[in-house]
Structures are given as structure tokens and as C-alpha cells.
């Protein structure tokens, strides 16, 4: 569905399209989508004012409890999700149906700090400013499973990572999914069997970072949705066992100017970046473990994050190096790929605050020291002190403070949305600290 610049141009392409009912969508701060379905008499009024949430929507954790600091109790009132006509997508699954992803707005239509595609905006202006542009694109991973009714999970492939066998286990779901996001206008690279039974990774094409973002959202949402189809469960939880393999969220970021032509490569340094690219990835290591806060912001994250895991646990970049936080591409593709990332991240937040570390990498003409060597993972500690590595956040409690220590990153997300998704995420974390496991009780019930 192409794109309609106003609210009457986005009420007509719905009417051409014989749309019957609109999803208007929104991600709250844990990245999840929320929304309504609006029915065709109601589109104009949509279209032009919005409809209703209440704020107290964003003061809950991922299991919908909050804490008694929210900043956003009962009586905090209302935002309104005003659709983005460049986000407008026809819905395949269901009939006559549409999506919109939405801006959160004042009462008014005034611009809200509270929302986070407007945080993302304002690094992707700020960058503007300078005669530069960003092209981002994510790789999310995931799992298909089967529940029995005891509960138990399945996963919907038993063959080897990348093998054919497990791509034929997968195909009919996989290709699903890759007719509806293209029906919907959402570019992808490739979908693939990973490396563990059922693991899946989608590759989005690379684009400006608001469609990037929108098209995560998108994607999630449907690869959910025609999993339930099948029969399936998919998760893109960062460590479903110990004994598979973790999900991440891989973003990969190329800087251009402001038509579109890259500005990241360049020649005479090790790691194959321009001046530009240095100092932008130099401000993604500066403020790298509040970037792992912002992109890992769960105890389940770092059960993910080990070391030697494939997963990176080292502030480090390395060239064609699976183990470093950046990765830059071999050869000729000289862009930064940022691998701590997962699902249970609000993308938009995640975008906003790396390109708000690279942006202060610029400003301030940072200098990119030599990338790292050998598998990070399998280094001793010698080693890695020789080459100036430091170990990323090994807790989710100790990335929350390096995000809130951090004013660079925490300028990104906000002031409205920076101190209550600590307190929503802290929340969190406190109870799962105080909630007992079953290992618990294996291992010490009779102690």
C-alpha cells in the first residue's frame, strides 16, 4: 500500500482499497504492539484526531503489572495514537483489513515525549541536520514450537542448523511469512532454519530507521499471527533453555548523506571505515553498556549474552569477528553491526539511542582505536586486557545503571519515557528476583 502524505489521502486509499476495519497500532515501551480496530465509519475521524489510550498503558511491565512509582497511575489520562500515513499497510490475514502504525500524541495533536517513534525522529533529524542520513536494518531470531497439553515444548524442526531438511521442516510457515510481509510492503533479504531445532532469523532489507523499525513491529506481529495459524507458538525470547541456542536482534547501520549515497567506507584504517564512520562507531563503544541496557533490558538478556556463546559479552569491535559487540563485515561491506540486541527491546528506543551515541561520536571526533583479535569468548583475561577489552554488563541490574548513568542515552529516550521505562524494567526485575524456580526447588527443597 503506498504511502498517503495526509489524513483525507489516507481515508481514500483505504476506501479504493475496499478496507472494512483499521488496526491502529502502537508499541508501548516494552516494544510491544497494542492497538484497536477501528470500523470504516469511524476512518476519518481517525484519520485526522486519533483515537484514545491511557497512559497508564505504558506503566506496566511485560507480565502487565506496575509499580507503585509509576509515573503514569490511573489518573494520568489519555494519549492519542494518530496514524503515520507512511505507515499504512494492508492486513493479508484478515479480510478487508489494513494496519496503520501510529504516532502518540498530545490532547491537540501536539508533539508527546512519551512516544517513541518521536524519540527515534528526533535522532534521525538531528543527523539530517548535519547533511547526513542513516540506513538500518534488523535480523530478528526466534523459535517455532509445539505445546502438548502437559505443556511441553516441541520445536517444529529436528534437523541441523542451515540444513536443507530443516528449511523443507519450515518452508510452509517460512514462506508464509515471507509472501505476507512482501503482500504488506515489508522488503526482506531472507528467511532461514538458524542453529538450533526451530530457530528461524528473518533478514529485512536495510532502510531509513522509522520504516526499519516499522517493519520489525510488522514482522513480529506476523510471524506470530501465522504461527497461531499452523498450530504453532513463536517466541523471540532472548534464552528459552539453557541447552538451545539464544535469540538475538542484530542491527546492522550504514551512514549516508542526504541522498542516500553511503559516506561509511573508507580506506587506510583496519577497520575499512571513512573519518565519518570511525567516530560514528567510536560513539557506539563509548556508550556501549548503556547500549546493551537499552537493546538487552531483561534478566532473561544475559542468560543469552555469555561468553563464547556467539553472543557477544565484550565492548569491543572486530572485522568479520562473530564475537565482538560490532561486527564489521568482511570485505567490501563496510557498515556496523551492533549484536548484543534482543526482542524484548522497543526498537524505536533501541534505534534512538545508537544513533545517538554515534551522533556523539562525531560531535566530539572520537577516535577508533584497532579492532579486536582472536574469539573473544575463548580469550584469557591476559589477553583481553592486552587488547583493551572489557566485559559488557553481565546482569540485567548492572546494564539498567549503565543506562541510567549514561546522559547521552538517556537524552535519546527521553524525559518522560527515560525514567519510567527504568522504573517499569527495575520493577521487573525485582520480581523475577523474588519469584522461585523450579531449579531452586530441585536444589535445595531437600538441602
Known amino acids: 500500500m503506498t504511502a498517503d502524505r495526509t489524513p483525507e489521502e489516507l481515508v481514500a486509499r483505504l476506501e479504493r482499497d475496499g478496507v472494512e476495519h483499521l488496526w491502529v497500532v502502537y508499541t508501548d515501551y516494552n516494544g510491544r504492539t497494542q492497538g484497536k480496530s477501528v470500523p470504516r465509519p469511524r476512518f476519518a475521524g481517525t484519520a485526522a484526531k486519533g483515537i484514545t489510550f491511557a497512559q497508564a498503558n505504558l506503566g506496566h511491565s511485560l507480565v502487565d503489572h506496575a509499580p507503585v512509582d509509576t509515573g503514569f497511575a490511573a489518573d494520568s489520562g489519555d494519549f492519542f495514537a494518530v496514524p503515520d500515513p507512511d505507515a499504512l499497510n494492508p492486513y493479508p490475514l484478515m479480510a478487508d483489513t489494513a494496519r496503520v502504525i501510529c504516532w502518540m500524541r498530545a490532547e491537540g495533536g501536539d508533539s508527546w515525549d512519551g512516544c517513541p517513534r518521536t524519540m527515534l525522529q528526533r535522532q534521525v533529524d538531528a543527523y539530517a541536520a548535519r547533511g547526513l542520513g542513516v540506513q538500518a536494518a534488523f535480523e530478528p531470531e526466534g523459535y517455532f514450537f509445539r505445546f502438548d ?45 538458524e542453529w538450533a531445532p526451530g530457530q528461524f532469523e528473518v533478514n529485512l532489507k536495510h532502510d531509513v530507521p522509522m520504516r526499519a523499525a516499522d517493519n520489525l513491529v510488522t514482522t513480529k506481529d506476523v510471524v506470530r499471527a501465522i504461527a497461531r495459524r499452523h498450530g504453532l507458538v513463536a517466541t523471540f525470547m532472548p534464552k528459552f533453555s539453557e541447552a538451545m541456542g539464544g535469540c538475538g536482534l542484530h542491527v546492522h547501520l550504514s551512514l549516508t548523506d542526504l541522498d542516500g549515497a553511503s559516506v561509511s567506507e573508507g580506506d587506510g584504517h583496519p577497520s575499512g571505515l571513512s573519518v565519518l564512520g570511525q567516530a560514528f562507531l567510536a560513539g557506539i563503544l563509548a556508550h556501549g553498556r548503556a547500549l546493551v541496557g537499552v537493546g538487552s533490558p531483561t534478566a532473561n538478556s544475559y542468560k543469552r549474552l555469555q561468553p563464547g556463546s556467539w553472543a557477544p559479552a565484550h565492548a569491543a569491535y572486530a572485522v568479520a569477528n562473530r564475537s565482538s559487540l560490532v561486527r564489521i563485515p568482511g570485505g567490501r561491506r563496510r557498515r556496523v553491526e551492533f549484536r548484543s540486541g534482543d526482542n524484548l527491546s522497543n526498537p524505536y528506543l533501541f534505534l534512538a539511542a545508537l544513533l545517538a551515541a554515534g551522533l556523539d561520536g562525531i560531535e566530539r571526533d572520537l577516535p577508533l582505536g584497532a579492532p579486536a583479535e582472536g574469539d573473544l569468548g575463548m580469550l584469557d583475561a591476559a589477553e583481553l586486557a592486552r587488547q583493551g577489552v572489557v566485559m559488557l554488563p553481565r546482569r540485567a541490574n548492572e546494564a539498567l545503571d549503565a543506562v541510567e548513568a549514561d546522559p547521552v542515552v538517556m537524552a535519546s529516550l527521553g524525559p518522560v519515557i527515560g525514567p519510567e521505562w527504568l522504573r517499569v524494567k527495575r520493577f521487573e526485575l525485582a520480581e523475577y528476583e523474588t519469584t522461585v524456580s523450579a531449579w531452586e526447588r530441585d536444589a535445595y527443597l531437600r538441602g
Open 149 to 193: 497439553e502437559a505443556g511441553a515444548a516441541s520445536p517444529l524442526s529436528d534437523r541441523n542448523m542451515f540444513s536443507i531438511a530443516a528449511l523443507d521442516q519450515q518452508a510452509e510457515v517460512l514462506h508464509a511469512i515471507s509472501d505476507t510481509l512482501e503482500a504488506m510492503g515489508v522488503a526482506i533479504e531472507q528467511v532461514a532454519a
